[in-house]
């Protein structure tokens, strides 16, 4: 079955550095991805939308310039976190969307900790 | 916008049926019932989806309601493997496949 490979798994990181997130669709073309951040017990919590070739759907809240999202190709997107501090340290999830309305597919999920 | 809403938690009992309901009163005629499940620090597992009709597969049923207003994801025999939180998420195809989570409930099997 089509797999989202995203990683890393978990970093940690100090305060003030950048860290890059990466989801890959392994199998499939994904024109659409989707990245979401998760804090402790809590469900998931859309961040953006990122389509491939044009600039990322950003929602309400999310800082743009502090969560930048690339989506060079159909099959991997990056969600860069620029200056990171101890508030952004949190769970962040992709999904890819195959568009045919079947299974969604997540990443693995990225532990982010900000020291 | 359709919102989902779960109970925070349930209980079962290993080798018991559990169902787990989940409400979705102003879901739109197209979109899609899935439900996921998480373990602590991994992401979502699928478990099951569908539109209209009741669904089975070899983890869960999925009932969906008449009206499409509710739908509860029935695991016939709890494990202990079965505990994880477990998300209702309603896919809407026309809003460019846009996801909405219900806040999950937490299952908890006792042995």
């Known amino acids: 079955g089509a797999v989202v490979s995203q990683h890393p798994s978990r970093v940690i990181c100090k305060s003030g550095t950048s860290v890059k997130i990466e989801c890959r669709s392994l199998d499939f073309q994904a024109t659409t991805m989707f990245w979401y951040r998760q804090f402790p017990k809590k469900s998931l919590m859309l961040m953006a939308t990122?389509?491939?070739?044009?600039?990322?759907?950003?929602e309400q809240g999310v800082e743009k310039d502090k969560f930048l999202i690339n989506h060079a190709s159909l099959t991997l997107s990056t969600l860069t976190v620029t200056s990171a501090h101890p508030e952004d340290s949190s769970f962040y999830i992709c999904?890819?969307?195959?568009?045919?309305?079947?299974?969604?597919?997540f990443g693995s999920g990225t532990q982010l900790s900000v020291l | 916008d359709a919102k989902t809403t779960q109970p925070n938690s349930m209980e079962s009992n290993e080798e018991e049926p559990v169902h787990l309901p989940c409400n979705h009163s102003t879901i739109s005629g197209t979109d899609y019932i899935h439900w996921y499940r998480q373990l602590p620090s991994q992401g979502p597992e699928y478990v099951i989806h569908g539109l209209t009709s009741n669904v089975n597969n070899r983890m869960a049923s999925l009932a969906i309601a008449e009206d499409r207003k509710s739908s509860t994801l029935i695991l016939h025999r709890a494990t202990l493997r079965d505990a994880a939180v477990y998300y209702c998420?309603?896919?809407?195809?026309?809003?460019?496949?846009?996801?909405?989570f219900g806040g999950g409930t937490r299952l908890m099997v006792k042995p």
């Open positions: 999904s890819a969307d195959r568009t045919d309305n079947e299974k969604l597919f």
């Open positions: 990122s389509n491939e070739g044009s600039k990322a759907t950003y």
């Open positions: 998420i309603l896919l809407a195809p026309n809003a460019g496949n846009m996801l909405t």
